[in-house]
């Protein structure tokens, strides 16, 4: 072995995350004698993996495999329930429609209250403010409530904020088939640009498997909340495809 030690960037250890639901007959149970026990989803089994700091990661799997779950958790929006994730340390944010925005507050706000969650001073937010709010082209929505937007306006403003402010780490949800076909194209470029930095780690969910195959280095197919296999993207995704069209 030579001496050229990998830095790792995230390790995810034996992960379990489990969402707690009411059963149907539950509710009306309550109201009884019986108590019902609450039902147990387990999103994610036992999950297990590393990646090398500077590597692009994508995460495959069919609806309900668990996928945004993961991204979710190694993001901190969920506890494990069983098991650990390490980020070494590292900055992190997750690029996912619907996450972090306070509807009630202006797009500029947001810029602020989003960058403050991901670690980032005002100063520093202040700095990138300008380039944030020409990225995402939104106009005079910029300073009314985010609640007044349409999908593609929040979406834009999402892609800009986390990739202007940039962090060690990036996790992305299906977020680059959002918006018109033009902003496609140049949130699709930025991507490019940000994740060929050899020290930015990134992790990818995706339906679009030629985006994965195109820009992963690794691919992690996960089904039924556990790992299939993980390894090189054309051979990954060969495999997966003949199981789903089985």
């Known amino acids: 072995m030579g001496n050229m030690k990998k830095n790792i960037a995230v390790t995810v250890k034996n992960l379990h ?3 707690r639901g009411l059963t149907k007959t539950s509710i009306r149970s309550t109201w009884s004698k ?9 999103a994610l089994k036992g999950v297990s993996f590393e990646i090398e700091e500077g590597k692009i990661l994508g995460i495959i799997g069919k609806n309900g495999s668990g ?9 901190g ?3 494990p329930d069983k098991g650990s ?9 997750l690029l996912s429609i619907g996450v972090g925005f306070n509807k009630k507050l202006t797009g500029r706000e947001n810029i602020y209250l ?7 001073s005002e100063e520093q937010i202040k700095e990138k403010e300008k380039d944030i709010i020409e990225f995402a082209d939104i106009g005079d929505f910029i300073n009314k409530p985010v609640k007044t937007y349409s999908s593609g306006m929040h979406s834009k403003l999402a892609f800009a904020i986390t990739a202007i402010l940039e962090t060690d780490i990036m996790l992305i949800d299906e977020v680059l088939s959002v918006g018109d076909k ?8 930025k991507m490019k640009e940000l994740i060929s930095d050899e020290h930015r780690t990134v992790i990818i969910v995706s339906h679009s498997l030629g985006t994965i195959k195109e820009l992963c280095d690794e691919v992690l197919w996960l089904n039924d909340g556990k790992v ?3 390894g090189k993207p054309a051979e990954i995704i060969k495999k997966y495809d003949e199981f789903m069209s089985k």
């Not at 989003?114 to 980032?120: A, E």
């Not at 033009?182 to 470029?189: A, H, L, M, P, T």
């Open 77 to 79: 929006i969920f506890s």
């Open 114 to 120: 989003s960058g403050m969650l991901l670690g980032f």
């Open 17 to 19: 995350i489990y969402y």
């Open 228 to 230: 299939v296999e993980i």
């Open 85 to 93: 994730i390490n980020l070494h340390g590292n900055s992190i944010s």
């Open 34 to 42: 019986k108590t019902k026990k609450i039902e147990l989803f387990k």
């Open 67 to 75: 996928k945004s779950t993961m991204l979710r958790a190694i993001a």
């Open 182 to 189: 033009k902003f496609k194209q140049k949130s699709y470029n």
